[in-house]
């Protein structure tokens, strides 16, 4: 062979070698990144043209369903409750998925290898292909409690509801407020999705946000059930003792800081005396849990803060979540105020409605879920969550200690809007300075019922609403909710 043709035989052989090592490139190591790319139409077609599984709540009704549409896309994905259920099933659409579509999108898609059967049998019946489906916890008539009752406060209300069953750590509600349409960002008219998506985006009131794992704001006085259960745990007190009241109390000097606290007129005894327990907690007194707290000291308040779930994530199957925080470091007078949930003390709805649930179930503290099971199409089950034990809060006997202050405070205290004819209720309400003058307060609120027998924990967060700034006050507001939410579970 002359030297001419072995030179050209050895660049066609180059050529062919560099044409195999891209084609594997792409096939393998790059083909991931390529179908998840939103501009890979291809990819889109695919996954609209397969029939996604549905998203079902009390067995029977789904909250999210493909249905056949007549485009090129062949389903169509479709919310029949859109409103109330976005910030949990979010959206499948052209930009992404978000909510349940994202974190379950194996099963709901058809990848999950445990579907590989009905992969198989669909394709030698030739049959399109069918994605799974996934059961949630959520109660239905809980949910719609929850919603309404933060629809009602107006339409500039911004909050969250959660609520837990306390035994299992079941998700039984969890509305946010403002919401938005998931039908809208997941139309085929691609750019309508993309008008629509940046008009969300770019609302001041943040309606793609989930407010029940995505805003952490000061907990306020629904704190104080943390800080009693680090007192009682502690020894320091029992529910039936007496504890420090006074009408105002100095905290410590530090850093030439003159804190005084108060209790905006609430009956909490003279500076100096002593007061009650359930005194203290029915009329959410500042003074004494300030005072409370600097007994416990700042490594066992954070001890028991962290054993209810602050400065951690525990929840997994919605992204992303906020971690509620207890501060480090406090001196004396940042402790004092931590007592009463402000400071750096900051929550999500679903840690306090945890913190709730973990006194209602006697001091333990459940890991929350919301995916009860996973589905073929065909409904057979695929994987069941079976209930796990987060952390052992407090013990028995301080759950049933703090469970007895919440209860004298929705007979006879703050708290006395959840009250439910014939049924104990424990609760606690919460108004927390937000520290910005031209913000108003939070309004909390957190329960339990029935107080001997717990079937549903609640919280309610109402970060703001069309309500005068000094008629803000989360028994009042946040109550009547938590109550709606509670008698929809029991009865």
């Keep these: 062979m002359n030297k001419p043709i072995r030179t050209i035989s050895i660049f066609c052989l180059l050529l062919f070698l560099a044409l195999m090592v891209n084609a594997s490139y792409l096939q393998y190591w790059k083909s991931g990144k390529l179908n998840d790319d939103p501009r890979n139409r291809r990819e889109l077609v695919a996954s609209y043209s397969r029939e996604r599984g549905a998203i079902l709540v009390g067995r029977n009704s789904a909250v999210a369903k493909s249905v056949k549409s007549d485009d090129e896309y062949q389903y169509q994905r479709t919310y029949p409750a859109p409103f109330q259920f976005a910030p949990i099933t979010g959206w499948f659409s052209y930009y992404s998925s978000t909510g349940i579509e994202r974190t379950q999108n194996d099963v709901l898609s058809g990848e999950d290898s445990r579907l590989f059967v009905t992969k198989l049998v669909d394709l030698i019946s030739n049959d399109p292909p069918q994605g799974g489906n996934v059961l949630l916890t959520v109660d239905p008539a809980a949910q719609e409690a929850a919603y309404d009752g933060l629809k009602a406060l107006g339409p500039n209300t911004q909050g969250a509801v959660v ?25 085929h008219d691609l750019g309508a999705v993309t008008e629509d998506f940046a008009r969300l985006n770019d609302d001041p009131a943040e309606p ?26 502690k020894g ?33 005894g003279p500076n100096g005396g002593k007061i009650p327990f359930t005194q203290a907690m029915e009329q959410s007194c500042n003074t004494s849990f300030a005072q409370i707290a600097g007994q416990v000291g700042a490594e066992d308040m954070a001890k028991t803060a962290e054993a209810f779930g602050f400065n951690s994530g525990f929840f997994d199957e919605l992204q992303p ?3 509620s925080v207890f501060p480090e470091e406090l001196d004396d007078a940042e402790l004092g ?8 003390v900051a929550a999500t709805p679903l840690q306090m409605a945890m913190v709730a649930a973990g006194l209602a179930n006697q001091g333990t503290v459940m890991k ?32 049933s200690e703090v469970t007895k202050l919440m209860v004298a405070t929705v007979a006879d205290g703050t708290a006395s809007p959840a009250q439910i004819p014939g049924i104990d209720v424990a609760g606690k309400t919460g108004t927390a300075q937000s520290g910005i003058d031209a913000v108003p307060p939070y309004a909390w609120f957190i ?12 919280a309610v967060m109402i970060q703001k609403a069309d309500i005068p700034r000094g008629e803000i006050a989360g028994g009042v507001y946040g109550g009547p909710i938590a109550k709606a939410v509670m008698e929809a579970v029991i009865k």
């Design 321 to 323: 979540q906020a971690e």
């Design 368 to 399: 929350p879920y919301i995916v009860d099971e996973q589905q073929s199409a065909d409904l057979d089950v695929l994987d069941k969550t079976d209930p796990q034990e987060l952390s052992k809060a407090v013990s028995s006997t301080t759950a």
């Design 337 to 344: 105020q931590t007592g009463f949930g402000q400071f750096e």
């Design 163 to 187: 609520a837990i069953e306390p035994d299992t750590g079941k998700i039984l509600a969890m509305a946010s407020f403002p919401t938005y349409d998931p039908n809208a960002l997941a139309s």
């Design 236 to 268: 320091l007190y029992k529910a039936d003792d007496l504890v420090p009241g006074g009408v105002t109390y100095q905290l410590p000097l530090t850093h030439g800081e003159t804190g005084l606290i108060d209790n905006e007129g609430r009956a909490c």
């Design 208 to 233: 793609l946000l989930n407010r029940a794992i995505q805003t952490r704001l000061p907990p306020g006085s629904t704190f104080k059930v943390v800080t009693a259960a680090a007192a009682i745990e």
């Design 447 to 458: 329960s339990f019922a029935p107080a001997d027998d717990p079937k549903v924990a609640v």
